[in-house]
């Protein structure tokens, strides 16, 4: 099947009509560029002047279509033109498509074109002047750059600069692709982060008034649900003072209050002691220094905590030990509590603990293992992390 042509750009067929009216005015009135008795007409006959007007009509509804072909197309219409008594309105719609060769045109002819017209203007300037040895002969170079080397250059411009608004453009769009896909992961880091706060904060106490709310419905005994109750209640305000934490920590991106400061190791006494209330056999065993990076700090408090957590929802009886020890520039983390002797869970989980406790180490760079393991008390459930501490960044 043939390809088809382009079809023609409508400014482009209103200027050849231009073009056709007014190189028929100029040809009807008798209005040529040169007498019929000059030396350089040798096409005698008015008739020549409508052929290359003609060609010249055609190659200018295809300038923007297919700048090239109208060019090459329009040098043998100048060139007939030139050889008769010739039309202005010819000659000007060759200079325009040697400007939209340039523009249009492929990259290679964009080059090309304005050093051959530059060289065909030094060239028609030096060599009728060195063969006919008269000055005047000059204005055959000054002919030639007009209609062929000035529409080159000023293309040559006019592509320069689009091609560099197009560059910008570019570049402008491609920055703001990269911002919004920054923002978009700073939400999605944004969002990872609070659901890692809320979960940590909100879950031990959850698992907590789960675990002791089940005991008081299923003993029949006022000690123990007395007992029970108290414990809920201290789990309720503990886990509302958390709640309340991160909301100061929300809202404190629009000003309108302060939020309160995050938890750190120096808190790990307090939550060791919770954890005992709520029935955890705990022993704490800290040795790390009093000035540690923040992040490492409170990633280590809720990796206790959410340890912690777990220990009362799934260990079986016996003691559950935490240590925190910083040697060789790391600190490391290690929670370990009886595993296997359960059915099932005390109290539900959405198995998010792990994958939060896995994330935190992460972003600090360090390592993090957790799973069951044979000891000489039985099988254990064992939380390991290495967070690597940075000098210089204190809490």
């Known amino acids: ?97 040697v400007y939209a060769a340039v523009v249009y045109g492929p990259p290679k002819t964009a080059r090309r074109v304005p050093w051959i017209a530059g060289l065909l ?23 030639i750059g007009l209609v062929a080397f000035m529409p080159a250059a000023t293309g040559w411009i006019v592509r320069n600069h689009r091609d560099a608004a197009e560059a910008a453009r570019l570049r402008a769009e491609q920055t703001a692709l990269l911002a919004e896909m920054d923002r978009t992961q700073a939400v999605a880091a944004e969002r990872s982060r609070m659901a890692r706060e809320l979960h940590d904060m909100v879950a031990n106490h959850l698992s907590a008034i789960a675990i002791h709310s089940t005991a008081a419905l299923s003993l029949d005994d ?17 886990g ?34 919770g954890a005992r209330a709520n029935g955890l056999d705990v022993t704490l065993d800290a040795d790390h220094a009093d000035a540690l990076p923040a992040p490492v700090g409170l990633a ?43 059915d099932g869970p005390s109290a539900p989980g959405s198995g998010s603990g792990l994958v939060g406790m896995r994330e935190r180490v992460a972003l600090l760079g360090g390592t993090f293992e ?14 390991r992390a290495a967070l690597p501490v940075t000098e210089g960044e204190p809490a």
């Open 222 to 238: 006022p000690d123990t649900s007395k007992q029970a109750l108290g414990v809920i209640r201290r789990n309720s305000v503990d």
């Open 1 to 97: 099947m043939a390809a088809r042509l382009p079809r023609p750009h409508r400014h482009d067929l209103y200027s050849a009509l231009a073009g056709l009216l007014g190189g028929l005015l100029l040809w009807g009135v008798g209005l040529g560029t040169r007498r019929s008795h000059d030396p350089i007409v040798l096409l005698d006959g008015r008739w020549w002047i409508l052929l290359a007007l003609a060609v010249m009509v055609a190659c200018e509804a295809l300038r923007r279509t297919l700048p090239r072909t109208a060019l090459l197309a329009g040098i043998p219409a100048v060139t007939v033109d030139t050889l008769s008594q010739g039309c202005l309105v010819t000659v000007v719609m060759f200079t325009d498509l």
């Open 370 to 383: 957790a799973g069951p393991k044979a000891s000489a008390e039985g099988k254990i459930w064992t939380v």
């Open 300 to 342: 280590a408090y809720r990796i206790v905590q959410e340890s912690l957590t777990n220990a009362l929802k799934h260990a079986g009886p016996g003691r559950v030990t935490v240590s925190l020890h910083q040697t060789d520039g790391a600190l490391d983390i290690a929670v370990t509590s009886p595993y296997g002797d359960r």
């Open 121 to 143: 203007t030094v060239v028609g300037a030096i060599v009728p002047v060195t063969i006919a040895r008269k000055p005047a002969f000059l204005l055959v170079g000054v002919v």
């Open 240 to 273: 509302l003072a958390e709640m309340r934490r991160l909301i100061g920590i929300l809202r404190h991106a629009d000003g309108d209050t302060e939020p309160t400061a995050a938890p750190t190791l120096d808190g790990l006494g307090t939550l060791v002691e």
